[in-house]
């Protein structure tokens, strides 16, 4: 009788060099496309323009820019990081207010330099962004878009910020708004000024209250805003 010995060899787990997870990485978040954490640069042309996507990104959860790369993902490369890194340095600290510190990487991919320039989640809000028009304005990120924000959005920003919490006072205004969402999806402040008859001002200081204490939630689009039971 013959014995025949097979000799299994167990494959040690490779673990893939830190340049190729790196480009596996990028080549991911290219594949996600852009998003409410997520913006492509081919080139920075304007500094008012990409002050308002950092200023967006820091009053919202944070975000990065990719630039070198085309809005439908192609990857271009760019000529100079220096260049990108300077227009986009000189936007964060002159044209956003508070000022923003963007952290730079570099990555080459396809024979090409993508600079990532990451904003951080912002503890001072609300950023304001200088426009074409020599004003300051506010943006936030919805979806892909950097879209002004509204005074009561302001507000929020504002005051979430405050350490000492909001007290709430349920009066029959704030109970009729929340036996409304209880039988309705959503309302817009407009809405609720009409309903109870309030002005614009009382309406604005429940509707801020109500947020920043969790009972409601406020949605933004690029066409409304409106608020709905938490």
Not at 46 to 54: P, V
Not at 95 to 121: G, M, Q, R, S
Not at 130 to 149: C, F, M, P, T
Request: hydrophobic share 35%.
């Amino acid at each position: 009788m013959k014995f025949i010995f097979v000799t299994c060899i167990r494959a040690k787990n490779k673990q893939l060099p830190t340049k190729d997870l790196m480009d596996m990485n990028i080549r991911r978040l290219i594949l996600d496309g852009e998003g409410v954490t997520q913006d492509f640069k081919k080139k920075i042309t304007s500094c008012e323009k990409i002050a308002k996507t950092m200023v967006s990104f820091a009053n919202n959860k944070g975000g990065r820019l990719l630039v070198g790369v085309s809005d439908d993902g192609t990857i271009s490369g760019v000529k100079s990081e220096d260049e990108e890194k300077y227009m986009i340095t000189r936007a964060a600290h002159f044209y956003c207010k508070p000022a923003i510190e963007p952290k730079f990487e570099e990555v080459y991919l396809d024979d090409k330099t993508i600079l990532v320039a990451e904003i951080n989640k912002s503890e001072m809000k609300p950023h304001y962004a200088l426009g074409e028009d020599k004003k300051w304005w506010v943006y936030i990120r919805v979806k892909d878009k950097s879209v002004l924000a509204s005074k009561i959005v302001i507000d929020v920003l504002k005051r979430e910020n405050n350490e000492n919490g909001v007290l709430i006072e349920y009066s029959s205004k704030e109970k009729a708004l929340l036996e409304y969402l209880n039988e309705h999806e959503r309302i817009t402040s407009r809405e609720y000024s009409l309903m109870l008859n309030l002005s614009r001002r009382r309406t604005h200081r429940i509707l801020v209250n109500l947020v920043l204490s969790g009972v409601i939630r406020l949605h933004t689009t690029e066409k409304e805003e409106y608020y709905t039971a938490s």
